[in-house]
């Protein structure tokens, strides 16, 4: 190969290695377990448990282990020991193959390993079923070069390229490891990174001194926008001078009102199209951002045929080697969040199966939105769509997904790029404040671009939710759904005008319910009366799919008709774990204390007949009004689509914002 021919290949994407402070995410980079192929544990009961079918095994580590963290030598470099085995076929490490041949244009790579010692480099591939195959090998000896040129071609539906390193009777090392490509180079795209951020200062700064300390990863990065909407200031925090400075004129801070996410994010967007990016770059608070994303993000929207949205999956930020999901798509029947197949495994954990002994992760995904925990959207697309709609939280990424995928821009989640982020597994946000937000956002969603007439299932799984709440005793709850249903008829035009002023609207209601109002220690509750509660204490199960409508009535009747017990008031029945709070085993108490999700306090559910009676009324109306006005209700929203989501009435948002707070 002549070296005209060697300077016309460029980087996709290079080997990564954990920081020193990431030794839980060792996983997720480097595997020293098996060389290859998918492996089940023969022995492992509850790998072939009798609830599990043939074609359903649960993969499972077979013994594997870590490796050495002290042979880490820098973020590309790392020793492998005389006589062991090192896989990069890592969720960071591979090279998610199927996906630059469906969204891209590159047909073929070449994989270049550097090496120092004695050894071998073995390469393998695998298909969309997660079967692997070995593809090339190299024995390697002092300082070499190692080449192999790989075809795309066979990664239709799936499958990943990847490499292992064993070393010989001495120590192996890793000097570097690219994969390459010589597709006709093109200009690299100028980004925006932007984070919208909300009283996490302490989130927010740790971020930008990550990329403060990996400047590589921003040659492309025309600017850093924090856009602080919080209390507690960024910029009041200690520190920030410092990073500020490391960043060298990049950074920028924008201190506006609380629009919510989606009035953060929109500012990013706006921000972006202003100062001449090419993409912006949305990124959540409370996050730790993986720096070499960001590159291997906007390389791989640069090279995308035509634009495209490009996003970071999230891994659980208190459990590092745990990803949340793999991909999301919108149920168009019933507007939710839904898995792109079903084999698909939620919250997988690599530190138990690695990339190579899980078969589903193999397949290609190809999702409706990516959320924006980290989300690259090109500047392109913006001027064409607009920016976010103006739901303060919710919904607001889906619904972007979905109206760029109308108007024929894909969204591609990519492998290889993430962030860890605080989980809301641990956290019920149907219950409380945003409620309002889950209800009124879905159903905006559901007017705009539902495909069924009446949206599908939409109303009717909201009046059965409203059911479930009320006799549940989640009073404020419901109050705040009520509000969403009423604010819908007030039409899209409302949207901008409460973004900053609904929320505060919502926590003043919260003095009128008892079940809104948090205390820390459940002592700070009356001691509850003795006896086991409902049942005699029995845990009590959800009823049969064929049993609910006649449950449904049962329960709302009593509870219609029955008083609660005068003792009730005074004192709960009992204590429901968070775990236990569901609404088959509410709705037998009239008065019980739940703890919160989160664990930081508990809330006392007290029955009101009289409250259930006017709310499920209420709703039921609404519910009935709003399925007379759809029809009409989706022609309005979809109409004022274009201009509620427009660059000009975003500024007039922004605008004022800044004259209320001038």
Same mark, same amino acid.
Not at 507 to 520: C, F, G, M, R, V
């Given at each position: 190969m002549t070296s005209e021919e060697s300077s016309s290949w460029s980087a996709l994407q290079r080997v990564i290695l954990p920081s020193a402070d990431q030794t839980d995410t060792i996983p997720l980079y480097v595997d020293a377990g098996p060389a290859s192929g998918i492996r089940l544990r023969e022995n492992d009961e509850l790998a072939r448990s009798p609830k599990l079918p043939e074609d359903k095994l649960q993969m499972f580590s077979s013994g594997s282990r870590q490796a050495h963290f002290e042979d880490l030598l820098s973020r590309t470099s790392m020793r492998v020991r005389s006589g062991e085995q090192i896989s990069f076929g890592t969720y960071f490490n591979a090279f998610p193959?199927?996906?630059?041949?469906?969204?891209?244009s590159v047909r073929d790579v070449r994989l270049v390993v550097r090496t120092t010692g004695t050894g071998s480099v073995t390469v393998y591939k695998s298909n969309a079923r997660g079967s692997v195959q070995r593809v090339d090998g190299r024995h390697v000896d002092g300082e070499t070069t190692s080449e192999f040129e790989l075809s795309l071609k066979p990664f239709g539906d799936g499958?990943?390229?990847?490499?292992?390193?064993?070393?010989?009777?001495?120590?192996?090392?890793?000097?570097?490891?690219?994969?390459e490509t010589n597709e006709a180079a093109r200009d690299s795209g100028q980004v925006t990174l932007e984070i919208t951020t909300m009283n996490k200062p302490d989130f927010c700064?740790?971020?930008a001194r990550i990329l403060a300390d990996n400047l590589d990863a921003l040659t492309n990065v025309k600017e850093i926008l924090i856009v602080d909407q919080g209390t507690q200031k960024v910029q009041d925090q200690e520190g920030f001078a410092e990073v500020e400075a490391l960043l060298g004129g990049k950074l920028r801070v924008i201190n506006q009102a609380n629009l919510g996410g989606s009035g953060g994010f929109a500012r990013g967007m706006y921000e972006a199209v202003e100062n001449g990016s090419d993409y912006v770059l949305l990124l959540d608070d409370d996050i730790v951002v993986e720096p070499e994303s960001i590159v291997r993000l906007l390389t791989f929207a640069d090279r995308c045929r035509k634009p495209t949205i490009v996003g970071g999956h999230m891994f659980d930020l208190y459990n590092r080697s745990v990803l949340h999901t793999f991909g999301e798509v919108v149920d168009p029947f019933r507007i939710v969040p839904a898995q792109p197949h079903a084999d698909m495994e939620l919250r997988h954990d690599f530190g138990v199966a690695n990339l190579r002994q899980t078969a589903w992760l193999h397949r290609r995904v190809d999702v409706d939105y990516n959320g924006w925990w980290m989300c690259l959207i090109p500047t392109r697309v913006i001027k064409e769509i607009g920016l976010s709609l103006p739901l303060f939280i919710k919904w607001d990424d889906a +619904?972007?997904?979905?109206?760029?995928? &109308?108007?024929?821009y894909s969204t591609v989640s990519l492998p290889g790029a993430a962030v860890w982020h605080v989980s809301w597994m641990d956290k019920d946000d149907m219950v409380g404040w945003q409620a309002y937000f889950h209800e009124r956002n879905r159903l905006v969603t559901t007017l705009i671009h539902s495909p069924y007439p009446k949206g599908g299932r939409v109303l009717r799984e909201s009046a059965q939710a409203d059911v479930k709440h009320l006799v549940s005793m989640q009073y404020f709850t419901e109050h705040g759904r009520l509000e969403a249903l009423k604010d819908i008829f007030k039409g899209p035009s409302e949207l901008h005008q409460v973004l900053a002023s609904k929320?505060? +609207?919502?926590?003043?209601?919260?003095? &009128?319910?008892?079940?809104?109002?948090?205390?820390?220690?459940v002592d700070d509750f009356p001691a509850p009366k003795l006896g086991r509660g409902p049942m005699g204490g029995a845990l009590?199960?959800?009823p049969r799919k064929k049993d609910l409508v006649s449950w449904g009535i049962k329960t709302v009747s009593r509870q219609l008709v029955k008083n609660p017990a005068p003792e009730s008031a005074e004192r709960p029945q009992g204590f429901l774990a968070h775990r236990d709070n569901r609404w088959f085993r509410l709705a037998h108490y009239d008065s019980v204390v739940v703890s919160n999700a989160e664990g930081t306090g508990a809330s006392w559910y007290r029955r009101d007949p009289k409250k259930l009676k006017s709310m499920l009324a209420e709703a039921t109306r609404l519910h009935l009004r709003l399925y007379r006005e759809w029809d009409n209700l989706a022609e309005q929203y979809r109409a004022a689509l274009p201009d509620i989501t427009s660059i000009a009435a975003w500024k007039r948002t922004f605008d004022a914002d800044s004259k209320d707070g001038s």
């Open positions: 193959a199927s996906y630059w041949r469906r969204w891209t499958g990943w390229y990847w490499f292992d390193l064993a070393a010989s009777s001495t120590e192996l090392v890793l000097q570097s490891g690219q994969w700064l740790n971020n +619904e972007y997904g979905l109206r760029a995928r &109308e108007a024929g929320l505060p +609207e919502i926590n003043a209601l919260k003095s &009128e319910y008892t079940d809104a109002q948090l205390k820390e220690n009590i199960g959800m």
